[in-house]
Each structure stands twice: as structure tokens, then as C-alpha cells.
């Protein structure tokens, strides 16, 4: 099944022993040159590369803050040694966090620090060297940005931002990463990761009416481009065509019909996923949002909601209105942006819809909470609302719920282990290995509880489980929308 070893699910997790460099081969495809450049970089490797990666390191460490307060302040505890599900999963020590971060702050102390710029063997300081790149390359690809480490850290040290500053640098030297680059050069072009082109959108959109229709007798529609719709709703893509994500669409599109709020999809912002948090490129992110800003000013609608995504609603729910505020043309009772979890709580809440949790008999269910969404983001208005939020929405959606155990989930959730720009066929040694404590976790509940169902509310995961899942034995079709079950249980036409 696959030319690497799959680790083996222990019954208690272990922290294993190191195996030096055992991950070094670990390295994604490089963008190719029409795709650095249409990012604004080099298209390959420039000459001067050290001197402009080195020029480019002491401006992001003087303009991001959090960046040389982190290089600066690590002590070697040790205590994020242990927390890294690719460390667990790889027995590589430059999977440690510490280690991930020590690969950029040998360089940075050696160019802007006096200890290393004087005495660099006394502090651990290195120049930049091919070597160095090479070992950059590998090991920030094999960091999902899932910002676990930090949580353990004493100091708050957060290596997903380490890891976001080695990449924009390296996408700066000319060495970017295929998967990611070729995605945003796809948004800019097209609107969206999957190049799907507007006649194919609203093709796919009539189709799933006609679907819907089909299985309940309902007329539920998926508008787009709706011109005066209240709301506008911006989905990761996946969501189109995949399963379980196309489930979830219905799910949404079956709550607005009940809620009588009229609502659109976009073809320009037909995207609600933003890679440019993964390659660490503010300026890059902010074109992608702007797509949002400009689609909900075309439509004239007042309110902009997201669908299920992760890394999305943390570049939403912590970037949206600077990078593309204001957004004082919506309407200010409704907070800016919104969840699709907080839109149906709310309606739960109200009994404006109505479940039966018996259509989900067949499934006992557990929930995933995915790393941007839990350690990077909030949602509804009460302090870990984005854990209260879409377990209360599942409880209200099925019978049979079981959490798996308490270090794995909350704020101390275990990546899916293709986030952060992992999502790709030619890094699945690290995702199916980094999988490894989520599924661990998952086994136990499985064992103990008789779940047979994971949910989850991020693109990401749910097609990165759908990939690892049989690796571990486990079926790919036990990852599940949380609004594939709303979906289920919705009662429609109950509410008109
Ligand atoms: S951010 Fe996540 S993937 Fe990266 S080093 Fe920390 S725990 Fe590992
Ligand atoms: S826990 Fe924080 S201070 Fe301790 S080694 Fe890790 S990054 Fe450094």
C-alpha cells in the first residue's frame, strides 16, 4: 500500500526514540517559474540568493514583532519536544519544534545578532549555506502550521509563524512550493484552487438542486451571483464536488431555506480557502481576500458568511478586516465576518429549525476539531465558543456522541496532519505519519465507545482523513460533515 513504514497504532501513546534524519528526504515539488511569478517572485533560484534571503529575514524580523520576540527569547526547556504530532510520527528530531525553529534562528543569530556575527560556534549561530536551504526546505514543509507547540511553550512561542517566515523567504530567493504556489496563481486566474471556471460552477450548483430535490421532494436552491441576496456565503471549493464536503454544501443550503434568508455563492469569490497564510505571504493573502470585498460589494449583499474551512476562518476571523476592511456597507447587527457554526447554533437556538436526530441513528460520532479553527480563531459569543459551537450543533443533529480523549482535543488538538500547505500526493510519507496521534485517539474511542464516525468543519481534514484513514485500518468514508448531519436531520418545509 505504501514504499514507506506506516506506524503502528499503540494502545497508550509513546513518545519515540530519535532517529536522526530519518525525514530529510522529505521535500515537496518546487513551483515551477509561471507560478512563482505570478505570486510576484523570482521564477527560480536568483544568484544572489544568500544576501537577498538574508536582506529579506532582517526585514520580516523588523516588521513582524512576534517574529524576533520568538527567535529571541527560546530558553531550551524542552517542552514542546514531545508535541509535535510529526516528531511522534516520524521519530526525526528536526521535527521537533525547538529543532524547526533552531534551523532559522542559527541564521538569523549569525546576521543579526552581535554574540553571532562575533562568536557564532559559541552560540549556535551558521551561515546560510546550500546545505541549510536544503534542510529548510525539507523540514518547514513538514510543520503544518497547527501552532500545538505553542500552547506547551512556556514563553508562547509559536513555530507556525517561523515556519511561515522561512517560506516567504525562500518564495522570495525563487524556491517555492508547487502545490501551494500553483494554487493562488489558480485563485488569481480562475477564482478559486480547483480552476473550476463559472459555467462548470453553476452547473455543478444545478445539479445538486436537482439532487436534493430528488431525495426530499424539496425545491432547495444554491444560488450564485444573486445580486440583493442577504448573505454570501464564500466555501472552501472542495466543498463543490467532494464527499463528504459537496454534504455539508447541501447542509448549508438546506438551513438558509429554512431560515427564509436569502443568500448567494459567488463566481469571483468562489473561494473561501487562503494559501497565502501558508507560504506566509500577507501580501498574497490580501489579494485573495480582496476577492471577497469586492464580490460582496458587486452583489450588494449585507452579510458574509463562512462555510467550513479552517485555515479560511482563521484568516477571517483574524485578518479579514484589516486586509480588506472596512466592511462598513454590511450590515453592523451581525459581526464581520460569521461562521456557518454560529448561523446555525443560532437557529438551533431559537427553534427556527428543526431536528431529528434519529436520521443519524446509523452513526455514533466523535469530533475533530481542526487546529486553525481551535488554537487560531473563536466563534458565537462565549469564551471556546469554537469548541462549545459545533459540538452542540452536532448534538443537536444525532443521538450518539462520544469526545475522544481530553489531550487531543480543544486547544490541545492533534492536527489531521496534511495542514498548513501538506495537502499534497508528494508529501504523503509526512501526512500519513503525522496522522498518526489523531488516529491513535480516534482508536480509542472507536474501541471503547463503538464510534464509527469522525465530523469535522475544515476542507483540509476531511480530505486529508478521507486519504490517511485507510492507512490505519479504518474506513475513508468515517469522516463526515458536520452539516452532512444537519443535513440529515434538517425537517424541511417545517418552518414556512
Ligand atoms: S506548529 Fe504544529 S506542525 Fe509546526 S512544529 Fe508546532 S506542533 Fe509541529
Ligand atoms: S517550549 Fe518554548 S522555550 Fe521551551 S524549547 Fe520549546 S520553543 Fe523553546
Known amino acids: 500500500m505504501a514504499d514507506f513504514e506506516i506506524p503502528e497504532l499503540k494502545e497508550y501513546p509513546v513518545i519515540p526514540t530519535i532517529q536522526e534524519g530519518v525525514m530529510a528526504h522529505s521535500k515537496p515539488f518546487v513551483a515551477k517559474e509561471e507560478f512563482q511569478q505570478a505570486l510576484g517572485f523570482p521564477g527560480k533560484l536568483v544568484d544572489n540568493w544568500q544576501q537577498v534571503a538574508i536582506d529579506k529575514m532582517g526585514e520580516l524580523s523588523g516588521k513582524y514583532r512576534s517574529l524576533a520576540v ?3 527569547s527560546c530558553v531550551k526547556c524542552g517542552a514542546c519536544t514531545d508535541k ?7 521519530s526525526d528530531p528536526k521535527n521537533m519544534p525547538v529543532a524547526r525553529q533552531d534551523l532559522y534562528r542559527k541564521v538569523y543569530r549569525r546576521y543579526y545578532t552581535f554574540a553571532g556575527k562575533y562568536f557564532p560556534k559559541l552560540v549556535g549561530a551558521t551561515d546560510l549555506t546550500k546545505e541549510v536551504l536544503d534542510d529548510w526546505y ?15 511553550c512556556p514563553y508562547g512561542i509559536d513555530t507556525a ?13 525563487g524556491v517555492g512550493q508547487k502545490y501551494c504556489n500553483e494554487i493562488i496563481a489558480k485563485v488569481y486566474k480562475i477564482g478559486n484552487n480547483l480552476g473550476l471556471p463559472e459555467p462548470a460552477l453553476a452547473d455543478t450548483l444545478e445539479g445538486l438542486e436537482e439532487d436534493i430535490e430528488d431525495d426530499t421532494g424539496v425545491k432547495v ?4 451571483d444573486e445580486k440583493g441576496a442577504e448573505v454570501l456565503l464564500v466555501t472552501p471549493s472542495a466543498d463543490f464536488f467532494a464527499e463528504p464536503h459537496v454534504d455539508g454544501l447541501m447542509g448549508y443550503a438546506k438551513v438558509f431555506h429554512e431560515s427564509g434568508i436569502s443568500w448567494t455563492l459567488s463566481s469571483h469569490a468562489s473561494e473561501a480557502a487562503n494559501f497565502g497564510m501558508f507560504i506566509g505571504s500577507y501580501e498574497n493573502m490580501r489579494k485573495v481576500s480582496l ?3 469586492e464580490a ?10 463562512f462555510g467550513e474551512c479552517g485555515h479560511a476562518w482563521r484568516v477571517a ?10 466592511f462598513d456597507f454590511l450590515d453592523p447587527k451581525y459581526p464581520v465576518p460569521q461562521h456557518i457554526m454560529e448561523f446555525t447554533y443560532d437557529l438551533i437556538q431559537r427553534q427556527a429549525i428543526t431536528l431529528d436526530k434519529s436520521a443519524n441513528d446509523d452513526m455514533v460520532l466523535t469530533f475533530h476539531d481542526s487546529c486553525n479553527v481551535a488554537r487560531a480563531s473563536r466563534m458565537g459569543p462565549m469564551p471556546g465558543g469554537q469548541f462549545i459551537l459545533p459540538r452542540e450543533v452536532i448534538k443537536a443533529s444525532c443521538n450518539h456522541f462520544y469526545d475522544m480523549p481530553q489531550d487531543t482535543i480543544h486547544d490541545a488538538t492533534f492536527c489531521c496532519g496534511g495542514g498548513g500547505g501538506l495537502l499534497t500526493d508528494d508529501l504523503m510519507e509526512i501526512r500519513v505519519k503525522g496522522a498518526l496521534p489523531r488516529m491513535e485517539a480516534l482508536k480509542h474511542v472507536v474501541e471503547n465507545y463503538g464510534v464509527t464516525h469522525m465530523a469535522a468543519i475544515c476542507a483540509i481534514c476531511k480530505s486529508q482523513f478521507t486519504k490517511v484513514l485507510p492507512y490505519y485500518g479504518f474506513k475513508m468514508d468515517s469522516i463526515v460533515s458536520v452539516h452532512q448531519l444537519v443535513s440529515n436531520a434538517i425537517v424541511l418545509g417545517n418552518k414556512q
Open 70 to 72: 520568538f527567535l529571541d
Open 161 to 173: 509563524e517561523i515556519s511561515m517566515a522561512a517560506r516567504e523567504v525562500m518564495d522570495c530567493i
Open 84 to 90: 509535535c504530532h510529526y516528531y511522534l510520527g516520524t
Open 221 to 224: 436552491r444554491l444560488p450564485l
Open 291 to 293: 476577492r471577497i470585498r
Open 138 to 152: 525539507s523540514y518547514f514543509h513538514q510543520c503544518s502550521q497547527c501552532r500545538r507547540c505553542s500552547v506547551f
Open 317 to 326: 476571523y483574524s485578518f479579514l478586516n484589516t486586509l480588506a476592511g472596512p
Open 296 to 305: 460582496a460589494l458587486d452583489l450588494g449583499v449585507k452579510r458574509i458568511i
